[in-house]
C-alpha cells in the first residue's frame, strides 16, 4: 500500500470520527487545524484508525504522533 | 432502533461512526423523555458517557449527564457540590479493579485479611449510603471485573491475599446489599468482561495512555449492557416474544414435513438445538415473558407442532396464537393489540430476512433480531437484554400467565350480548388501599411503564413512590384486580396531595389489562371516601396530554368533574365531593 492508499481511506475515517463529509487532511495536518478534534475524540480516532487497517499501535508511537503525517508513517510501519 | 446500535452490534463501527449516529438518533420524530444522569468514574468515562447516550436515545430517553472529575467518584459521591447541583435522578458508579485501593498484605492471616476487605468494601457503602441520602434515586455500580494480573498464579483464586479473591469477596458483599437494598442495582461486568474477554478489557495502553478502563473497545458492550439496567428501571424493558414457529421453534416446515418430520429433540444435533431453545423460552416465560406466535401455518398444524412430545413448548404457555397465511405486520399490529402492548415491548424472532424486513418497516420501534442460526438464537436473545429485569415483582413473575388470562376473558366477553352482564359474570374483587412496601416496585414500574391510561404521565422512582406513602399530605391508592380467571395484580395507582381542602390528584393511571371493567370508578369511590374522611370537600384533577394518552382526555368528566381551566400544557377539571354518590357496583372493593 502506497502513501496515497492511505491516504484514501485515512480521510474516510477522519469524515466518519468528525462526521464532516468535507473534511480532508494531509501531512502537516495537526489536531489544532480540525475542529472537536480534542484529546477525548483524539482517542476515538486512533482506535478507529487501528480498526480500519487492522494494526495496533504501541503506546510509544501513539505518544509520538505529532502530525497526521508523522500517523501515516506508523500505519506504513505496521503494516 | 437504528441498525448499527442493533444487538449483536459492530462495536468498532459504533465507536467511529458515533457522531453520526447521534444525529440521525436526534433527527427521528419520537416522544423522548429526558433524564439527569451522574456517572462517577473511577477511570475516564468520556467513551462510556457517548455512547451509553446512543443506546438511550434509541430507547426514548434524552439523558442529560453529569461527570465526575477524573477519579473523583467517591469524593463526589460523599461531599460534590456541583453533583448536588445537577440533582440526578440516576447515579452510575463506573469503577472496577483497577479502584480497589487496598488488598490483605502477604503476612495477613485470616482475621487482618477479613478486616482489609472490609475497609474496603465500607469505602463503598459509604458512597452508596451518601448518594441515598443525598438525592434518594437509583444507584447503578459495577462490580469488580477479574485483575489483569495473577500475583499468585492459581492460587490468586482461592488464597486470601489473592486479588482475584478479594474481587470474588466483594462482589458477594455487593450483591448481598443489592439484595437488601431498593433501588441498588449492580452492572455485572465481571460477567461482561469474561465474555469479551480479560485480555482485551484490560488493555495496558489504553489505561497507561488515557486511564480508560475498559479499553475502549469494549466500551461498547459496557454502554449497552448498562443502559439495559437503566431502561429496565425507567419500565421500558421488553415485555413480549412473538416467536415464528417453522425453523425457528423447530426444525423444518411442519405444514410439509408433518409433526413426526420437524426436528426437534435429542436424538439428533438439529432437533437438540430447537429442545434447547424452547427450554430456554420455557424458563424466560416462567419469569415473566409473555409467549406469543405469529407463524404462517394452518392452525391445526400449528397447534400439532407445538404438542410435539420432545418440544417443552405447549399450546397453553402462549398468550395468542396467530396462525394463518396474512401477511405478518399485519398479525403483529393485531397481537400488539390484542395484549394491550406498544409495538416497542415486542421482540420480534423469525428466521425468515423477509418477514423480518416487514415488521421492522412497519414498526421501527419493534426490536427484530437477526435470526440467522438456531445455535445463536438464544444467546442474540439473551445478551440483548431485551427483558433485563432491573426490579423483579411478583407481578412480573405472574405476567405470563395474566395475559393469557386475558385472552381467556376475551372469548368469554363474545358470549355475552350485553356488557354489564359479562362484567358481573367475570366475580370481580378489588383491593384498594393506601401504598404499602410490598407494592413500591411494582407503582414505580407502572408509573413509568404506562402511558395510554396516565392522566399526568408523572414518572417515580421508588424513592419518590416511597416519599408519597410517607406523606401525611398525601392520600395514595394502588389497586388490585382479581376475577375468576386470575389475579390481574396491582393495576391502578392514584395520588392526591392536600392543599388546605383540595386534593390535587398528582397520579393517576391504569394498566391497559383492566381497561373497560370499571376499575377507575372503583378508584375514584376509594379517593372520595378518604378525601371526605380527611375532611376535604374537593378534587382537583389534571390532564397532560401527551401523544399517548388521548384515551384519558375526557376522563374527568366522564367522571362528573367539571372544567375549571383549559390551557395549552393541558386540562384542570374540579368535583365537589359534598354530594358525591358512589360509581362502582359492579366490582367487590376491600378498602383499608
Redesign the interface.
Known sequence: MNRNEVYERLNAVFREVFDDENLTVADATTAADVEDWDSLSHITLIAAVEDEFDISFDMKTVVGLKCVGDMVDAILQEM | MHELLQYPFDG?EI??????IR?ELLEKECVRTPRRIAILGGSTT??LRELLELFLLDEGIVPEFYESDFGAWWEDAMFGEALAAFRPELVVIHTGVRNISAYPPPSADETEAEKVIAAEFARFTAAWEAISRRFDCPVVQNNFEKPPLRIYGNRDAWDIHGRTYMTAELNRRMGEYARAHRGFYINDIDTLSADIGLGRWHD???W???K?SPA??AVPELAHNLSRIIISVWGKAKKALALDLDNTLWGGVVGDDGVEGIEIGHEISSGQVYSEFQAWIAEMRRRGVVLSVISKNDEHNAIAGLNHPEGTLRPADFAAIYANWDPKDRNFAALARQLNLLPESIVFCDDNPAERKIVSDSFPGAAVPPFDAPEKYARILDRAGYFEPATLSADDLARADMYRQNAERAKLETSFADYREYLKSLDMHAEIKGFSPLYIARIAQLTNKSNQFNLTTLRCAETDIARMAESEDYITLYGKLSDRFGDNGVVAVTAAEREENVFHIRLWLMSCRVLKRDMEYAMLDALAAKAVAAGADTLRGYYLPTAKNGMVQDLYKKFGFSLREETEAGTVWELSLSDYVPKCDIIEVERD
Open positions: 468498532a465507536q467511529r461512526r458515533r457522531r453520526r444525529r468520556h467513551d495496558g495502553k489504553a497507561h495512555l488515557y480508560y475502549p473497545e
